[in-house]
């Protein structure tokens, strides 16, 4: 079975764009996380979805945004970039009965020049 | 309040045991969970512990839980090269319907011939 994956990898933009971080959660689970990591810090909550409602939301600015579809893959959209946006963006996807144990993807690494 | 934290940095031999030392301050964890960071990757689940439980084997890893003093260690027996990465602890934590994981900053395991 495939673990979760994102896209795309690597990325790099400029202040003031925006960006779109893919993620498909491994199959039959419902639920996506999305975590930021800043280099040398451990991952910081942003966002939980299950079936489709977020779920809960972490102390990020409202230009971090998220959905999830109906085959329970997810984006993760930034708007007007900061270099501060800089980091590995991780996604992890977990079983509709035990939420709490998530398994991460890859990441994306986003670089804000 | 939440706040998770680890040593930064430990070293040891190849064939040793390594020690990894936690400290998290949310009694209401259900769960806390070991993860797995190599360099430029994403987080690999390696373990966890329900939080009425006080010890933990699975092959080479054990945990240990001092749910009064709100301690957690993982041991790896045997520690082989392949073990050199970043170590972090999480608890898992409900925030009204969401279920989040708290990191701490990591723990860079060096294991030398």
């Known amino acids: 079975d495939a673990g979760v994956t994102q896209s795309p990898t690597h990325l790099i933009k400029t202040r003031g764009q925006h960006v779109t971080l893919r993620c498909s959660p491994i199959?039959?689970?419902?639920?996506v996380s999305w975590y930021q990591q800043v280099l040398g810090q451990g991952p910081q909550f942003i966002f939980q979805?299950?079936?489709?409602?977020?779920?809960g939301r972490g102390n990020f600015p409202d230009r971090f945004s998220a959905r999830q579809f109906p085959n329970y893959s997810s984006e993760l959209n930034v708007n007007a970039l900061l270099l501060g946006d800089s980091a590995l963006y991780l996604c992890?996807?977990?079983?509709?009965?035990?939420?709490?144990?998530?398994?991460f993807g890859p990441g994306t690494r986003l670089l804000v020049l | 309040g939440e706040d998770v934290e680890q040593s930064l940095f430990l070293s040891v031999r190849e064939g040793d045991s390594s020690v990894i030392n936690c400290t998290y301050t949310?009694?209401?964890?259900?769960?806390l969970y070991w993860y797995k960071q190599e360099p430029g990757a994403g987080l690999q689940l390696l373990t966890y512990?329900?939080?009425?439980?006080d010890m933990k084997q699975d092959q080479r890893l054990t945990v240990l839980l001092n749910k009064k003093d709100k301690h957690l260690s993982l041991r790896i027996a045997d520690t082989q090269t392949g073990d050199s990465a970043i170590y972090f602890c999480?608890?898992?934590?409900?925030?009204?319907?969401?279920?989040?994981?708290?990191f701490g900053t990591g723990t860079r395991l060096q294991v030398t011939l």
């Open positions: 949310d009694s209401s964890s259900t769960y």
């Open positions: 199959s039959g689970h419902k639920s």
């Open positions: 992890a996807s977990s079983w509709e009965g035990r939420q709490e144990t998530q398994y």
């Open positions: 512990i329900f939080s009425n439980m």
């Open positions: 979805y299950y079936e489709k409602e977020e779920r």
């Open positions: 999480a608890e898992s934590l409900h925030t009204g319907t969401a279920s989040k994981l708290t």
